[in-house]
């Protein structure tokens, strides 16, 4: 059921725009006292966390402390905020430990132990995984810990059309159901935006393409501050079957096992482990000195073999075989495609942003983890963490009170203002690309 129907409320305590990882684990910490919308613009699986293949980072003991700290900070260029970084790898043990305790079921070596794998810019192994399908595992546990919750009521099928608000504080949300077409006003105490990243703006890339910086386009019309909007991640390897769209992306933790990247000749041309900016510049100019529209990626080189592929990378076997290559038999084309964003609004450890009673988290923040370039399989780890933090916040800090006026006549050529703010997004993200 749609919202704007007879029974349904118009007022909450939270309304979390969003129902990836981050949007999710918001909604499962906040107090079953608080009344909270969690509104999506898909269907409730349609986020880019399904989409996460390789894995989530986690500090293997307190040695680990110092390398995975200096693996962070140079893979983002040293532009990371140091202190975000520090948090986010000192609560994630305990949040491994969480999502263990809801289910989530981590690949296990004969022992019983966790098992780790290695992707690049790592100096060791310390990232945890499902097969080849670690965004989807995490993200159907936490959806099915929110939809156990009396406060959490979901909202797919919606977009956020802007921010309610009375010029000094956030007071909801402007929605619009997809199906019905209904504009409507959702006041809220507190409003979490949690909208993913830009994908949906870009010819290529690995996101959803309904992905359009939602987020990022309500700051800037409210004046909200944003940080970094030029700072996009291309991933290195994603498979290339021609035309446009959704590209299928072969987890970094591929090249991790072993797999190497060769050009026409059949010939190694980079290191595979270096950072993904760096992997995937190197693509760019063996595909020029080619005159190529792709390289290609070798897993004959993982180790273990064939036995190893099948086991952990079954979902890119079968893709891969669905688009017409053994992967046991021959390398696959690959390219690289716009993956992640960096950049975003503005929010601090807690996820608060420039406006009061206004947080963001997961891709659509900028907190400075990241810095210019994502260390692999930090994303998951960083949008669990801060989403936490920023429901601890919310619980701490109280809802907001006033009175925003609504017209829904504004928003009736919603087509053309969703035009103009992807318009102002590009423009913002316009520069050079990492």
Sequence with gaps: ????????????????????????????????????????????????????????CVQRDRADFRSYFEDTMRAGHFENNPETVKCMIEHSRETIDELLSIGVRFARNDDGSLAYTREGAHSRPRIVFHKDCTGKEITARLLERAQRKQNVTFLPHTTMLDLL?????CLGVVLRGNRTGKIYAVRAGNTVLATGGVGGLFR???NYRILTGDGVAAALRHGIAVDHLNYVQIHPTTLYTGGRGRRFLISESVRGEGARLINGKGKRFVDELLPRDVVT?????????????????DLSTVAGGNETIARHFPGIVKRCREEGFDVFREPVPVVPAQHYFMGGVRSDLSGRTTMPHLFAVGETCCNGVHGRNRLASNSLLESVIFAKRAAEEIAACGCA????AFDAARYENY????????????????GETQ
Excluded: W
Aim: hydrophobic content about 35%; aromatic content about 4%.
């Design 1 to 56: 059921m749609e919202f704007g129907a007879r029974d349904a409320k118009t007022e909450y305590d939270v309304v979390v725009v969003g129902a990836g990882v981050a949007g999710l684990n918001c909604a499962v910490h906040l107090p079953e006292e608080m009344r909270v919308l969690v509104v999506c613009k898909g269907g409730l699986k349609e986020s880019d966390s399904y989409l996460a293949q390789g894995g989530i």
């Design 165 to 169: 608000t009375d010029g000094n504080s």
């Design 204 to 206: 290529h890339s690995t």
């Design 281 to 297: 510049e190197a693509i760019f100019r063996e595909m020029q000195k080619e005159g190529s529209k792709f390289v290609r990626l």
């Design 401 to 404: 009170e006033g009175n925003a």
């Design 415 to 430: 087509r053309r203002l969703a035009e103009e703010d992807k318009k102002r997004v590009l423009k913002e993200i316009k």
